[in-house]
């Protein structure tokens, strides 16, 4: 079956770092476009950087750009988020989405908490 599973998350005090990673399996992830959302409490779930399925283009959020780089390994079925230079409002539940035309897998999501 599909899985995508986020891994990663964690306590980091301000402008420290943190790489996610999502595993994937149950599908052929090189076709796949992959993005990182996120959704912080009482808000909605929002973009925060997207790769397309060869990884020859990235876009961002503007509130990341600069901070934070995405990337994926074909080979390894697995997407990256390096995330450095965290803020306070980089908190969040972190979700990463893989879309093809047709369909669309989610993973269950990591906390990243950054707090002093």
Same mark, same amino acid.
């Given at each position: /079956?599909?899985? #995508? &599973?986020?891994?990663?998350? %964690?306590? &980091? /005090?301000?402008?420290?770092? #943190?790489? #996610? @990673?999502? =595993?994937? @399996?149950?599908?052929?992830? @090189?076709? $796949? =476009?992959?993005?990182? $959302?996120?959704? =912080? ?5 929002? #973009? ?12 961002? =959020?503007?509130?990341?750009? +600069?901070?934070?780089?995405? @990337? ?6 697995? *997407? $990256?988020?390096? *995330? ?9 539940? $972190?979700?990463?989405?893989? /879309? ?6 989610? +993973? /269950? %999501?990591?906390? &990243?908490?950054?707090?002093?």
């Amino acid at each position: /079956q599909v899985q #995508l &599973v986020e891994s990663g998350g %964690g306590l &980091v /005090q301000p402008g420290g770092s #943190l790489k #996610l @990673s999502c =595993a994937t @399996s149950g599908f052929t992830f @090189s076709r $796949y =476009a992959m993005t990182w $959302y996120r959704q =912080a409490p009482g808000k909605e779930r929002e #973009l925060v950087a997207a790769i397309t399925s060869v990884g020859d283009s990235t876009n961002y =959020a503007d509130s990341v750009k +600069g901070r934070f780089t995405i @990337s994926r390994d074909n080979a390894k079925n697995t *997407m $990256y988020l390096q *995330m450095n230079s965290l803020k306070s409002e980089d908190t969040a539940v $972190y979700y990463c989405n893989a /879309q093809s035309r047709y369909l669309g897998y989610w +993973g /269950q %999501g990591t906390q &990243v908490t950054v707090s002093s």
